[in-house]
């Protein structure tokens, strides 16, 4: 019987998959796969999954060829669908959905086979070598919060029975100070590759909520590969108008200024960031810029001198999304891709129109494996 369930759960899980994968498009397009998100699950709804099999009518209640009735008289029953005339119906409608909790690790694996990314190759010599405590041995001596009660436990019985004071009718162990055990550990060396992805977003007037929740949506999803291919990844925030700052993840969606744009702000505390916190030798830096395209125009030459000696030869991966707004200028992927081409393979560039273009830029942005 537990074989029988256990079978046909991975029979579900395979139907699961094979839903999300035929509908991957449209969840990547409208943000559905978001839904209510946990730690490690991200709740998606599915249209109700059914087990096919004959379903019996009313035997002998009427149809063709059946009972009385004269040329042209409705047949069935409910009552003359002419005039509206019958009972509302009381049974269940077909058409609910049901929502089924996917682990992150499994979403962004349907994702990279579907979009067909490459396994990310971390950069250089960026693997770290730090100590770690395992808890692998026991000892006579240690702190009480290490006390092995278990085997303390069972060291204190076998003392009483081998001296002949132990009741079975008055089991009472009382550990003396020899019987007490402590988990004990040794320094283990574990090699770690750090990596950090750093979000940029002009936050002006010109970005209006549609585009910010494109950018949202695309994040949600770079989020899920990356984390796959790296454990615990280390995620920042800036956003910037005329000014550049870090903020937390709900300040970097939710805020909108009215001033004007200087990308080359957003550079300088992208820079700053990476001096204190993410040095370069010892991690995988991933830069992900959102912008309508805007910029002062006296302020690209000091952006792209930011850029081009500060950012590109660090990076694994700078990616600039430039997302369609009615009131951007739409300009700065022209000068990104004029002024540095092919000239670094850590630049790339991608323009998203609306929600139809996510997929696509995903697969643009992820795509070289760095």
């Not at 001296?163 to 009718?169: A, I, K, L, N, Q």
């Not at 007037?205 to 899920?224: L, N, Y």
């Not at 204190?276 to 830069?287: A, D, G, I, K």
Request: glycine letters at 12%; charged letters at 30%; aromatic letters at 10%.
């Amino acid at each position: 019987m537990v074989m029988k369930i256990e079978r046909d759960q991975r029979r579900f899980r395979q139907i699961v998959r094979g839903r999300i994968r035929k509908h991957l498009r449209k969840y990547v397009t409208h943000g559905e796969m978001i839904g209510r998100k946990g730690k490690d699950l991200v709740s998606i709804p599915l249209p109700k999954l059914d087990v096919p099999r004959f379903r019996f009518g009313d035997n002998g209640a009427g149809g063709v060829g059946q009972g009385d009735g004269e040329e042209g008289q409705p047949v069935g029953k409910g009552g003359d669908p002419q005039n509206g005339a019958g009972q509302a119906g009381g049974d269940p409608g077909d058409g609910h959905l049901v929502e089924v909790d996917v682990s992150l690790d499994e979403l962004a694996e349907i994702m990279g086979e579907e979009l067909e990314l490459p396994r990310i190759e971390p950069k250089g010599q960026s693997t770290i070598v730090q100590e770690k405590a395992k808890y692998n041995s026991i000892r006579q001596t240690g702190p009480e919060s290490l006390r092995h009660f278990k085997r303390t436990y069972l060291k204190a019985l076998q003392r009483q029975i081998a001296t002949g004071v132990y009741r079975p009718e008055d089991p009472l162990i009382i550990p003396y100070k020899e019987d007490k055990q402590y988990r004990s550990w040794t320094a283990v060396q574990r090699p770690e590759v750090n990596a950090a992805v750093i979000y940029l977003m002009d936050v002006s007037g010109s970005m209006t909520d549609e585009q910010k929740e494109i950018v949202r949506t695309t994040a949600f999803w770079i989020d899920a590969w990356l984390g796959r291919q790296y454990d615990g990844i280390e995620k920042r925030y800036i956003i910037h108008d005329a000014v550049g700052k870090e903020v937390d993840e709900h300040t970097f969606y939710h805020t909108r200024e009215s001033g004007g744009t200087r990308i080359s702000s957003a550079y300088k505390a992208c820079q700053e960031l990476i001096r204190e916190q993410f040095p370069p030798t010892e991690w995988n830096l991933y830069c992900f810029q959102f912008s309508d395209g805007d910029n002062w125009g006296e302020d690209n030459e000091e952006a792209f001198g930011v850029l081009g000696e500060h950012l590109l030869p660090v990076v694994n991966l700078f990616c600039y999304g430039q997302v369609e707004s009615p009131y951007g200028s739409g300009e700065f992927l022209g000068y990104l891709n004029g002024r540095f081409g092919d000239k670094y393979e850590s630049l790339v560039l991608s323009e998203i129109e609306d929600r139809d273009a996510i997929y696509g830029s995903i697969k643009t942005f992820l795509g070289k494996g760095r």
